[in-house]
């Protein structure tokens, strides 16, 4: 449905559309905020890119499936996409995520059992230097969309008491 592992997540546990399609920005707030606490203006702007490249012929909705337009949500290093240089960057690619579970720390048993900051922030960084030495198109134009939604899986899913994100909620969501 989506580029966005949260999104498709929020849309397989019925807080969005389960179909994906016709979603407006109540139907967003209402989501992230009964799912997760955020507050009702934190997806404002996102939203507001979602729409610019709607597909639904209504100016106010969007599908998610819009969300693959290139450099409006989806972007050249993903987490657990392809680059649309190669041609799908909607469908969940096993070969990216394996590299970023391994750089989370996913299934090393030796390893911390939470995600921090600072490892999420090194998985960040290797997956965009790979995604600039495979793709001679690279290019990411707005890191906010990169950084963002490390931002919003770090902060729905952060545990005080461990000090990061439990692996086992990476693994689930992705």
Known sequence: ???CPMLNSMANHGWLPHDGKNIDLVTIQTAFQAAMGFSTESFVGITQQALA?????NSSTFHLRDLAHHNAIEHDGSLSRNDQF????LHFN??????TARRYGIRVPSSSPVITVKTAAKA???RVKDAKVFNPAF?????SGSIGGTS???TAFWDDG????PKDYAHVLF
């Open 152 to 154: 919003v899986f770090l």
């Open 94 to 99: 096993p070969t990216i995520w394996a590299a």
């Open 1 to 3: 449905r989506s580029p």
């Open 139 to 143: 290019n990411l134009m707005d890191q």
């Open 86 to 89: 190669f041609g799908d960057d």
């Open 53 to 57: 490249v709607s597909t639904t012929g």
């Open 162 to 165: 461990a000090g990061g994100v």
């Open 124 to 126: 960040r960084a290797a």
